[in-house]
Each structure stands twice: as structure tokens, then as C-alpha cells.
């Protein structure tokens, strides 16, 4: 009972597609929030970070790889503040194939986003797009800061409940890669790709 509780709490019951979390949500471990599977997810970031990107260099797209320096770089993570409350130009990028015949990499254009500072809590918002990364960052260990969230698809305009539909959760990092830069890492998601990056600079 609890811990679902502290789902519904964290990410869930939302009437559209961004979290409305509550003023105690700021103190909540994001262990105490996040599914088995979840956890799972992030604790093998590197490990699906270094399996997309060889799965994109053998497919012939070490040059683009290289070309985005500190983005695709796993170790790139400065630490430091979060990003501000604002809203941003995001993009992003697909490392990996998840099945036959996907494409080992994929960048997408600039896109618009959002995070909002919810009485202490952070959301994350992708506005626009067929794919829509909607969720809260935690706070973390060392310089990552850790994503929970739901994926908002076509012309929904409501979010899932964290935790309700395993396909549709999602779970990463935020880390600083430069001034005013950062990144969400999305390993091992459910469609398409090993990793997903998206890149997040404030407009």
C-alpha cells in the first residue's frame, strides 16, 4: 500500500500531460518511487549507453558519434546544478537497434520542451512530437539527478500513471554536460532503440 501510495503521490493522477506533485514530493527517494524494473533501467545506464553507441558505430555512424562530443560521451557528466525552471530547445538522439532491422541511430530535430519547478520538484515536459517524455527528476547519487516518468504518445493530451502501464514507463538521468547544457539519458526503452538522449538548452 505504500509504495503504491507513493507512486499515485510522485508522478501519477495527472490530468494532463504534465505531474502535479505535491509539496512533499521534494523530500521522496526515487528509490522508494521507482518499479523493479525501473530500477533496474538505471542502474544499467553505462552498460546500455556502451551497447547502443558500439551498436551505432558498427552500423557505420562513428563519425556522427563523434561529431556531438560530450553528448554521446558516457562519461560526460559534470555534476553541478540542475537545470533551471524554463522552457528549453531539446532534441533527440537514438543509440542502438532493439530489434532487427531499426535503425542503429536516428537524430531528430529541435523540438520545444519545458521544466517546471512544482513546489520544489522538478517536471520535465516534451511539448511537441509523436513521442512525449513526461515526468520528475529526483535527486540522485554524484552528478546525475534521476527521471521517472511516462511516455505520452500521438494525440493523447493525458499522461499514464507512473507505474501502471510497464511499456509506457520510463526511467534515466539528468546530468550537466556543459554550461547551460544538460542531457536526459533514457536506457533500455521500450520502443526502437537501446538508449535514447536528448539534449536539453535553455531557449
Same mark, same amino acid.
Given at each position: 500500500?505504500?509504495?503504491?501510495?507513493?507512486?499515485?503521490?510522485?508522478? =501519477? !493522477?495527472?490530468?494532463?500531460?504534465?505531474?502535479?506533485?505535491?509539496?512533499? @514530493? *521534494? $523530500? %521522496?527517494?526515487?528509490?522508494?518511487? +521507482?518499479?523493479?524494473?525501473?530500477?533496474?533501467?538505471?542502474?544499467?545506464?553505462?552498460?546500455?549507453?556502451?551497447?547502443?553507441?558500439?551498436?551505432?558505430?558498427?552500423?557505420?555512424? =562513428? !563519425?556522427?558519434?563523434?561529431?556531438?562530443?560530450?553528448?554521446?560521451?558516457? @562519461? *560526460? $557528466? %559534470?555534476?553541478?546544478?540542475?537545470? +533551471?525552471?524554463?522552457?528549453?530547445?531539446?532534441?533527440?538522439?537514438?543509440?542502438?537497434?532493439?530489434?532487427?532491422?531499426?535503425?542503429?541511430?536516428?537524430?531528430?530535430?529541435?523540438?520545444?520542451?519545458?521544466?517546471?519547478?512544482?513546489?520544489?520538484?522538478?517536471?520535465?515536459?516534451?511539448?511537441?512530437?509523436?513521442?512525449?517524455?513526461?515526468?520528475?527528476?529526483?535527486?540522485?547519487?554524484?552528478?546525475?539527478?534521476?527521471?521517472?516518468?511516462?511516455?505520452?504518445?500521438?494525440?493523447?493530451?493525458?499522461?499514464?500513471?507512473?507505474?501502471?502501464?510497464?511499456?509506457?514507463?520510463?526511467?534515466?538521468?539528468?546530468?550537466?554536460?556543459?554550461?547551460?547544457?544538460?542531457?536526459?539519458?533514457?536506457?533500455?526503452?521500450?520502443?526502437?532503440?537501446?538508449?535514447?538522449?536528448?539534449?536539453?538548452?535553455?531557449?
Amino acid at each position: 500500500m505504500m509504495r503504491t501510495l507513493l507512486l499515485l503521490v510522485a508522478v =501519477g !493522477a495527472c490530468s494532463t500531460a504534465t505531474p502535479r506533485p505535491r509539496t512533499t @514530493d *521534494a $523530500a %521522496l527517494d526515487w528509490k522508494r518511487v +521507482a518499479t523493479r524494473q525501473d530500477m533496474d533501467r538505471v542502474t544499467a545506464w553505462r552498460t546500455a549507453f556502451t551497447a547502443a553507441l558500439s551498436g551505432a558505430r558498427k552500423a557505420g555512424h =562513428g !563519425a556522427a558519434i563523434v561529431r556531438e562530443g560530450a553528448l554521446l560521451d558516457p @562519461d *560526460a $557528466a %559534470l555534476g553541478g546544478p540542475a537545470p +533551471a525552471a524554463g522552457n528549453y530547445r531539446c532534441r533527440t538522439i537514438k543509440l542502438g537497434s532493439a530489434s532487427a532491422g531499426m535503425l542503429s541511430f536516428i537524430a531528430y530535430p529541435h523540438f520545444a520542451c519545458s521544466i517546471e519547478d512544482q513546489r520544489g520538484v522538478l517536471a520535465f515536459t516534451k511539448l511537441t512530437g509523436s513521442q512525449r517524455p513526461v515526468g520528475l527528476i529526483f535527486p540522485g547519487d554524484g552528478p546525475r539527478r534521476i527521471f521517472l516518468g511516462t511516455l505520452v504518445l500521438g494525440d493523447e493530451t493525458r499522461a499514464l500513471d507512473y507505474g501502471r502501464d510497464a511499456t509506457r514507463d520510463m526511467a534515466g538521468a539528468v546530468e550537466r554536460i556543459g554550461d547551460n547544457r544538460w542531457r536526459l539519458i533514457l536506457p533500455y526503452p521500450r520502443f526502437e532503440s537501446v538508449m535514447d538522449v536528448i539534449e536539453l538548452v535553455p531557449v
